[in-house]
């Protein structure tokens, strides 16, 4: 192609003459890069005060000498037989966020993988910033699939998107909002918990129903909107299936 320019190939200054053998020491490599000119900057600490570790108590008589020096932290009344699992165990990483692919964004269609609405096609709203999980919907009028958390690794991107850019999506659909609640049975003596397994059936509360029908009103408007508006209301409607002879790592989503 006339005049185009040829890529030149780049190498590194400080390369490996012979194993273990660099061209430059470590120190000519600190002054190459100009380390040495940094101003370096020192941040003066904080002090915190230290809490006291005795508590000073006043008792009764002068004979007793008026006050006695008690342990703050007076520890365990029983130990354990080995002490170093009395102490909890720390974390030294921090909690990474979940990065999402690229091929995922807002109104992608998706294709679930597992789960009990394995092979529908859902839409992606948005994710979720403390789990990293997608919050998706079917919606649930053409597939019956609800608003619902799911990992990115079980969906499959598909190359269409709608347009949800006008879907306002309440700020309550967090990761508290689809945790369950479990409730306790308070026990009543060992014979009364003979047969007490039952669980208690889930009942889909009214908020989530109304926020279900807001999100799903949208949503649905978004795909009338849509030029492939006729073919879509089946697409998501039919799950997703392999035929005789389709190859999966050859299909184009």
Same mark, same amino acid.
């Given at each position: 192609m006339a005049g185009a320019r040829k890529g030149k190939t780049r190498s590194l200054r400080n390369y490996e003459l012979a194993p273990g053998l660099m061209r430059f020491s470590r120190a000519r490599v600190f002054h190459k890069r100009g380390s040495a000119l940094c101003k370096k900057t020192t941040v003066a600490k904080k002090a915190v005060a230290k809490p006291d570790a005795y508590i000073t108590k006043k008792i009764g008589g002068k004979k007793n000498g008026e006050t006695r020096k008690i342990l703050a932290n007076k520890g365990p009344a029983l130990l354990s037989a080995d002490r170093a699992l009395d102490a909890p165990k720390k974390t030294t990483h921090a909690p990474r966020?979940?990065?999402l692919r690229s091929t995922i964004t807002p109104g992608t269609v998706l294709i679930v993988l597992a789960g009990r609405h394995k092979g529908k096609r859902v839409v992606f709203l948005k994710q979720l910033p403390t789990s990293g999980l997608l919050l998706v919907t079917g919606p649930h009028k053409l597939n019956n699939v609800p608003l619902?958390? *799911?990992a990115q690794a079980f969906v499959i991107a598909t190359s269409k998107k709608i347009d949800i850019s006008g879907v306002k999506i309440p700020e309550t659909l967090n990761d508290a909002y689809f945790r369950r609640k479990i409730t306790k049975v308070a026990k009543k003596g060992?014979?009364?918990n003979l047969f007490a397994g039952q669980k208690e059936a889930y009942k889909v509360t009214d908020q989530r129903k109304a926020d279900q029908k807001a999100?799903?009103?949208?949503?649905?408007?978004? *795909?009338?909107?849509?030029a492939d508006a006729k073919i879509l209301r089946g697409y998501f409607s039919s799950r997703f299936?392999?035929?005789?002879?389709?190859?999966?790592?050859?299909l184009v989503f």
């Open positions: 966020a979940v990065s619902r958390r *799911i060992e014979q009364a999100v799903d009103k949208q949503i649905l408007a978004a *795909i009338k909107k849509d299936a392999l035929g005789t002879g389709q190859l999966p790592h050859k």
